[in-house]
């Protein structure tokens, strides 16, 4: 596009300032700022914008008197479920698995701001012995689970991975992929694909530079999973390979089960469009959002949308009514996908707004970095579609809280959520898959540990927080995936023996189990 049309497009739009330092930009910059400008559509962007404007000048109305807890028709338990329950769900998920039906889908789009790193969130090493990462954990499981479908089903099967990235991510995710040899997984079978970008806006309605050759753009949530889906291709990709059943997850939780076998089975078993794993809130203020119905719809609703009161509303049994704690963690159908995913349906979903410190570049040509939030970003929330799911199409399956849910949200030296926190709750699990499977811990002395373990975590105020304890109070016990994913196959190994922590098991390069014990 030649910049009279550039120009001409931008004023339309009343965006004219994008281009007012193009005479000061050498031709590499201004090819650049043409080319990113001319993939937005203005007008489009212009009309969120206005919504968003809309939203943010209405009063913030409370929902409680629309609000309404889920029916027990719909909702499942793994603590309240039979062992021959949940064998049967299981056993449902991996026929399901072992047919080449099932893929899971990453969303990592996000950067780690919080966390203080400048690569994707999956590369990021929380401590643990083996040094994994993110994404080596989560490949592992499934390269493991592939096995264990074949062992149900006696049939070779592939989980696909899809990897759902942003202009700050794929790049990164990508070489990282192919320097690790796709982590044993086949290349063809992890598929990446891009999220789109919104520009960010002042308050007065007109588009961030972040300098002066550069639009400041930012993911567009989540959500924007489902225009991705789309515009990309990968739902087409899906039919083409069969698949019927997707696994929908967050990159940053550390305890994340790949395409759950329980989960998918329970889901399957209800012959729901949509499912929604959750864990269960037990503290009024704690800074979740929950599940549940609004005006007869299935939704998420943030914490801060109702009132304390009826967020300390209880059933007869004591617990709180309103608590399924979302951890973003869900299953859909691919044809449900396809259902949300057209344009008349995903232009629905309303985008949520947040006001934000955004650098800028002033009329003068100067970074200028705010103290206060001085614009907007908008996104939309992949748990958006739940109120299309109507009332015999949706399920929620409640799990524990240690053993699935640990997310890696801030650097260490915040309160919770921290590569510390992620590192002792995996630690914590395998300790306990020990345990369960036979196997005992004893000090370098030989006298026992007692069986309960006191972590570096402790439950505070209902969120995890990290405190310092003496080193031989923390076990630290690292179980390789590609030995055992959920405590499965461990008897052989354990059962009957003594360990020094800390303790590794591993898979050595000629597939046989590797212990080292009692080394720092």
């Not at 700050?168 to 040899?181: G, P, S, V, Y």
């Given at each position: 596009m030649d910049f009279e049309s550039l120009?001409?497009?931008?004023?339309?739009?009343?965006?004219?300032?994008?281009?007012?330092?193009?005479?000061?930009?050498?031709?590499?910059?201004?090819?650049?700022?043409?080319?990113?400008?001319?993939?937005?559509?203005?007008e489009e962007a212009n009309e969120y914008f206005q919504e968003a404007d809309q939203s943010l000048k209405e009063n913030n109305e409370k929902i409680d008197e629309h609000l309404q807890p889920l029916e027990p028709a719909v909702c499942g338990s793994v603590a309240r479920s039979t062992d021959e329950v949940l064998d049967k769900y299981r056993k449902i998920g991996l026929t399901a698995i072992g047919n080449n039906e099932v893929a899971v889908l990453l969303l990592a789009g996000g950067q780690g701001t919080r966390l203080g790193v400048p690569y994707p969130k999956g590369m990021y090493d929380v401590g643990l012995p083996s040094g994994k990462t993110l994404y080596q954990l989560q490949a592992e499981r499934i390269f493991k689970l592939e096995q264990l479908a074949k062992r149900e089903t006696g049939q070779?099967?592939?989980?696909?991975?899809?990897?759902?990235?942003?202009?700050h991510t794929k790049e990164a995710t990508e070489k990282f992929f192919h320097k690790n040899n796709y982590f044993g997984l086949q290349k063809e079978n992890i598929i990446l694909f891009e999220q789109s970008l919104l520009p960010c806006f002042d308050f007065n309605g007109k588009i961030i530079l972040e300098s002066q050759s550069k639009v400041a753009l930012a993911p567009a949530g989540n959500g924007g999973l489902y225009q991705a889906l789309r515009n990309q291709g990968m739902l087409d990709e899906m039919s083409a390979r069969g698949l019927k059943y997707v696994h929908v997850y967050c990159v940053d939780n550390i305890l994340v089960k790949m395409a759950d076998p329980v989960f998918v089975g329970f889901c399957l078993s209800k012959d729901v469009e949509c499912g929604a794993k959750v864990v269960e809130k037990t503290l009024p203020k704690e800074a979740v959002g929950v599940v549940c119905k609004v005006n007869g719809k299935y939704q998420v609703v943030e914490y801060s949308e109702i009132t304390l009161k009826t967020a300390e509303k209880r059933t007869a049994d004591g617990r709180l009514l309103f608590n399924a704690g979302n951890i973003c963690n869900h299953f859909f159908k691919v044809d449900f996908l396809k259902f949300v995913c057209k344009k008349e349906n995903e232009s629905q979903l309303k985008h949520h707004v947040a006001k934000k410190k955004i650098p800028y570049i002033d009329s003068n040509g100067q970074l200028q970095k705010p103290d206060s939030p001085n614009?907007?970003?908008?996104?939309?929330?992949?748990?958006?579609?739940?109120?299309?799911?109507?009332?015999?199409?949706?399920?929620?399956?409640?799990?524990?809280?240690?053993?699935?849910?640990?997310?890696?949200?801030?650097?260490?030296?915040?309160?919770?959520?921290?590569?510390t926190t992620c590192r002792n709750d995996l630690m914590s699990l395998h300790h306990r898959f020990v345990l369960a499977a036979g196997g005992t811990f004893v000090h370098s002395d030989g006298t026992p540990y007692t069986d309960i373990q006191r972590n570096n975590n402790v439950e505070e105020n209902g969120c995890k927080s990290q405190q310092s304890q003496d080193e031989e109070d923390t076990i630290i016990v690292e179980v390789s995936p590609l030995v055992s994913c959920y405590g499965e196959d461990l008897d052989e190994i354990v059962k009957g023996k003594h360990f020094k922590p800390p303790l590794v098991i591993e898979l050595g390069e000629d597939k046989k189990v590797v212990i080292k014990e009692g080394t720092s």
């Amino acid at each position: 596009m030649d910049f009279e049309s550039l120009k001409k497009r931008c004023e339309a739009a009343g965006q004219g300032h994008l281009l007012q330092f193009w005479d000061k930009l050498n031709e590499e910059q201004q090819q650049s700022l043409a080319s990113e400008i001319s993939h937005i559509n203005l007008e489009e962007a212009n009309e969120y914008f206005q919504e968003a404007d809309q939203s943010l000048k209405e009063n913030n109305e409370k929902i409680d008197e629309h609000l309404q807890p889920l029916e027990p028709a719909v909702c499942g338990s793994v603590a309240r479920s039979t062992d021959e329950v949940l064998d049967k769900y299981r056993k449902i998920g991996l026929t399901a698995i072992g047919n080449n039906e099932v893929a899971v889908l990453l969303l990592a789009g996000g950067q780690g701001t919080r966390l203080g790193v400048p690569y994707p969130k999956g590369m990021y090493d929380v401590g643990l012995p083996s040094g994994k990462t993110l994404y080596q954990l989560q490949a592992e499981r499934i390269f493991k689970l592939e096995q264990l479908a074949k062992r149900e089903t006696g049939q070779t099967c592939y989980v696909p991975w899809y990897i759902m990235t942003s202009e700050h991510t794929k790049e990164a995710t990508e070489k990282f992929f192919h320097k690790n040899n796709y982590f044993g997984l086949q290349k063809e079978n992890i598929i990446l694909f891009e999220q789109s970008l919104l520009p960010c806006f002042d308050f007065n309605g007109k588009i961030i530079l972040e300098s002066q050759s550069k639009v400041a753009l930012a993911p567009a949530g989540n959500g924007g999973l489902y225009q991705a889906l789309r515009n990309q291709g990968m739902l087409d990709e899906m039919s083409a390979r069969g698949l019927k059943y997707v696994h929908v997850y967050c990159v940053d939780n550390i305890l994340v089960k790949m395409a759950d076998p329980v989960f998918v089975g329970f889901c399957l078993s209800k012959d729901v469009e949509c499912g929604a794993k959750v864990v269960e809130k037990t503290l009024p203020k704690e800074a979740v959002g929950v599940v549940c119905k609004v005006n007869g719809k299935y939704q998420v609703v943030e914490y801060s949308e109702i009132t304390l009161k009826t967020a300390e509303k209880r059933t007869a049994d004591g617990r709180l009514l309103f608590n399924a704690g979302n951890i973003c963690n869900h299953f859909f159908k691919v044809d449900f996908l396809k259902f949300v995913c057209k344009k008349e349906n995903e232009s629905q979903l309303k985008h949520h707004v947040a006001k934000k410190k955004i650098p800028y570049i002033d009329s003068n040509g100067q970074l200028q970095k705010p103290d206060s939030p001085n614009g907007i970003k908008m996104e939309k929330f992949v748990f958006d579609v739940f109120h299309f799911a109507h009332a015999r199409n949706f399920a929620v399956w409640e799990v524990l809280r240690e053993d699935e849910f640990s997310p890696l949200k801030n650097a260490d030296g915040q309160p919770k959520d921290t590569p510390t926190t992620c590192r002792n709750d995996l630690m914590s699990l395998h300790h306990r898959f020990v345990l369960a499977a036979g196997g005992t811990f004893v000090h370098s002395d030989g006298t026992p540990y007692t069986d309960i373990q006191r972590n570096n975590n402790v439950e505070e105020n209902g969120c995890k927080s990290q405190q310092s304890q003496d080193e031989e109070d923390t076990i630290i016990v690292e179980v390789s995936p590609l030995v055992s994913c959920y405590g499965e196959d461990l008897d052989e190994i354990v059962k009957g023996k003594h360990f020094k922590p800390p303790l590794v098991i591993e898979l050595g390069e000629d597939k046989k189990v590797v212990i080292k014990e009692g080394t720092s």
